[in-house]
């Protein structure tokens, strides 16, 4: 079940990155930073770093090339210490 989440989340956050850049090219209303980031705390990291290169969109803002791949730190760690028992 777990992993069915992690994919659906992933892959919606993919998504999320890929329509943030397509309505940044054509100057629409864009997908709010915060939402990218609580897909990638609900468990998107994969989907948010393979959307930033994929997309190369967010590239140049530290906030995302940096703290995503912190936010995928901090999830692994907690999922070591909780011995995969979600």
Do not use: C
């Amino acid at each position: 079940m777990l992993t069915i989440y992690l994919l659906v989340i992933n892959i919606m956050e993919f998504s999320l990155f890929g329509l943030d850049k397509h309505r940044a090219r054509r100057r629409l209303h864009r997908i709010p930073k915060k939402t990218l980031f609580i897909v990638a705390l609900a468990g998107g990291t994969a989907g948010a770093l393979a959307g930033i290169y994929f997309w190369r969109h967010k590239t140049k803002h530290l906030k995302f090339t940096v703290g995503i791949p912190v936010i995928m730190l901090v999830q692994i760690l907690l999922y070591i210490f909780y011995d995969g028992q979600i």
